[in-house]
């Protein structure tokens, strides 16, 4: 699956997201981007395999085979994967157990944002917020908007927003109402393509891209040199480089003074996909079904 404190990634920081949701008061979707690492990750390698210098390597899990990047989140405190089942994970041991949570049994770990404080589980066609003492999740009555996805969700690193084609809205937490937003500059685009840089914030769908100016909520387009059709859904970060990830054709990093995306090289496994990457908080993994499970190692 969050720098923010802000969009992006989206570790136990973002999203970005990523990935890790509730840390800093940033909401999941932009966690994505982010991962927060804080020096030399403890690594758990697979049995025969030799370790890589720099790069991608394999991983192994305990309880849970299968696991997809995209469907892991957390309630501030612990990890979880939820694909119709539920798991939590014991990180020292990179184990996964069964959990049962009241309430709502069977959702998708996709649909999951925080506001800061508390954690939701939004779709089309139920609302639901985490008692997270209780692991019990409760129906959430909104105002102004009723309907909507998760996974649509992004903060600016200031207020929330849900953004789905030309639909906009931004969030009073304390009285959880959503009220019309407009922006200018571009009025159609979803929040999954919402990225950060950690400085500035992106609108990237491989087709259009935009760079957003807070202070006048504004779209203005952004030019991008060396790779052009970003889609933020693949953007990351490992805590201190951005890197775009679509597959074994498609791995750039960025230059942030230039705006410039350069080929990235990484050994161990080239086929990453952005939206796959998560962090435990300490390290980052990519997961992509029950075969391709890995963590990264930084030299």
Not at 128 to 157: C, E, M
Not at 167 to 177: C, I, Q
Not at 242 to 266: D, E, P
Request: aromatic share 16%; hydrophobic share 30%.
């Amino acid at each position: 699956m969050a720098k923010k404190a802000y969009v992006g990634v989206n570790g136990i920081s973002k999203n970005v997201k990523t990935m890790y949701v509730g840390v800093n008061g940033v909401p999941k979707k932009v966690l994505k981007g982010y991962v927060g690492v804080n020096g030399q990750p403890k690594l758990f390698f697979s049995a025969g395999v030799t370790p890589v210098a720099s790069g991608w390597q394999s991983k192994t899990w305990y309880g849970l085979n299968g696991i997809i990047g995209n469907n892991i989140w957390t309630d501030g405190t612990n990890i979880y994967y939820s694909y119709n089942a539920n798991y939590i994970l014991d990180v020292p041991t990179s184990t996964w157990t069964q959990v049962v949570f009241g309430g709502l049994s069977s959702f998708s770990g996709a649909s999951i944002w925080t506001d800061g404080t508390d954690t939701y589980c939004s779709t089309n066609d139920y609302q639901y917020v985490l008692n997270k003492s209780t692991t019990t999740w409760i129906p959430k009555t909104w105002t102004g908007l009723t309907s909507f996805q998760g996974i649509d969700i992004w903060t600016d690193g200031s207020d929330i927003y849900y953004s789905n084609s030309t639909t906009h809205y931004v969030l009073n937490k304390a009285t959880s109402t959503w009220s019309t937003k407009t922006w200018t500059g571009r009025t159609l685009f979803n929040g999954r393509n919402i990225w950060t840089d950690g400085d500035d914030i992106y609108m990237s769908n491989g087709s259009y891209q935009y760079v957003l100016d807070r202070g006048t909520s504004n779209w203005s387009v952004k030019t991008w040199s060396g790779f052009t059709s970003i889609d933020g859904t693949r953007v990351w970060l490992d805590g201190n480089d951005v890197y775009y990830s679509s597959g074994s054709s498609r791995q750039y990093i960025l230059n942030k003074a230039t705006s410039t995306w350069v080929t990235k090289t990484w050994e161990g496994y080239a086929g990453v996909r952005g939206d796959y990457v998560w962090t435990d908080g300490t390290d980052i993994y990519f997961s992509n079904g029950s075969s391709l499970q890995y963590v990264l190692v930084r030299s």
